[in-house]
């Protein structure tokens, strides 16, 4: 795996498959505010995934607003990168598990996957995938996703 200080922007993070950084995920409440949260995130096939519990406030907003912005920074949550866009699904089935199996990496993937596992079981626990934004809009697959709901 690449050292984190030659990664430093988001694009060049999702270039790197299997990389693992903290992200400044900012969801937007129903007035538009944004809403900046860091969160352990994992990148695989040029996505970004990542859990929370799905009784956040996080997962609500995400739920009513699909759109998110995302930005390397510290576990802290202080920026290192310039923001970019993204469009965030919530997985479920398989394709939640296998985002699990990927966010274990490392002895702290391991141990939030723990805490995540006793403390949100099942569908106690939101995961989700991130895709880029590009040319300021949504894959024509994205659109056609989020019309239908």
């Given at each position: 795996m690449a050292k984190r200080t030659t990664i430093d922007t988001i694009p060049a993070m999702l270039a790197k498959p299997g990389t693992t950084h903290s992200v400044l995920l900012t969801s937007f409440r129903r007035n538009g505010q944004g809403v900046g949260s860091p969160v352990g995130?994992?990148?695989?096939?040029?996505?970004?995934?990542?859990?929370?519990?799905?009784?956040?406030?996080k997962a609500r907003r995400i739920a009513n607003n699909p759109h998110v912005t995302l930005a390397l920074c510290t576990f802290q949550g202080n920026v290192l990168s310039p923001a970019v866009e993204g469009v965030a699904r919530r997985l479920s089935g398989e394709e939640a598990r296998h985002a699990r199996k990927m966010l274990r990496v490392g002895i702290l993937g391991r141990m939030w996957n723990i805490i995540f596992s006793l403390r949100y079981p099942g569908d106690k626990t939101a995961v989700y995938e991130v895709s880029l934004v590009t040319e300021g809009r949504a894959s024509q697959e994205e659109e056609e996703e989020y019309s239908i709901h």
């Open positions: 995130a994992v990148v695989a096939n040029g996505k970004m995934y990542f859990m929370t519990p799905a009784s956040s406030w």
